[in-house]
């Protein structure tokens, strides 16, 4: 390969997702919230957090899970943690979630992926056998001081609480 060659691959190619692991310090983020407002990481200072990236607000396997999380919301907010939930909805799709599905926890919209990218929750994947690009159904545990204390790529719907409950001893 040329020189040309390889600066022209180099310059088209897709770069690495990252990938988080338990001990890495949580990104930063700064998000619009459902219901107005904003939420941020150091919102989240001083009591250990769950952060749950998910594709889209009122869909199927979004909803079970979402759901799955507020039926066991009490069991988290009892060992002291505080669920976000994180898509690229719109904050008034997110606010019709919140309402219709009586979830008791914060969802975040991240419009730009920015976040998302940060915590390596957008990237290719392989929806019904085609590859696009989109959230990475990802799930995060945050310690109270912003360190990473769980960390689940592609995470299966049905086993997200029991997995959650598993990991963090609740």
């Known amino acids: 390969m040329t020189e040309k060659q390889t600066a022209s691959a180099s310059a088209s190619a897709?770069?690495?997702?990252?990938?988080?692991?338990?001990?890495?310090?949580?990104?930063?983020?700064?998000?619009?919230?459902?219901?107005?407002?904003?939420?941020?990481?150091?919102?989240?200072?001083?009591?250990?957090?769950?952060?749950?990236?998910?594709?889209?607000?009122?869909?199927?396997?979004?909803?079970?899970?979402?759901?799955?999380?507020?039926?066991?919301?009490?069991?988290?907010?009892?060992?002291?943690?505080?669920?976000?939930?994180?898509?690229?909805?719109?904050?008034?799709?997110?606010?019709?979630?919140?309402?219709?599905?009586?979830?008791?926890?914060?969802?975040a919209s991240d419009e730009t992926h920015e976040v998302m990218e940060a915590y390596g929750a957008w990237g290719t994947k392989n929806m019904y056998g085609k590859l696009v690009e989109g959230t990475i159904r990802s799930t995060f545990a945050i310690d109270a001081d912003g360190v990473l204390t769980l960390v689940k790529y592609r995470v299966g719907t049905p086993s997200h609480i029991t997995m959650l409950r598993e990991r963090l001893g609740v």
């Open 14 to 107: 897709t770069p690495a997702p990252v990938k988080l692991a338990v001990g890495d310090r949580a990104p930063d983020f700064d998000l619009p919230a459902a219901g107005g407002g904003r939420i941020s990481l150091a919102d989240l200072r001083g009591a250990p957090a769950i952060l749950w990236f998910y594709p889209a607000a009122n869909t199927s396997l979004c909803t079970k899970q979402a759901c799955g999380l507020r039926d066991e919301h009490a069991v988290f907010a009892d060992a002291g943690y505080r669920i976000v939930g994180i898509s690229p909805d719109p904050v008034p799709e997110l606010d019709r979630f919140i309402a219709e599905q009586h979830l008791p926890y914060d969802l």
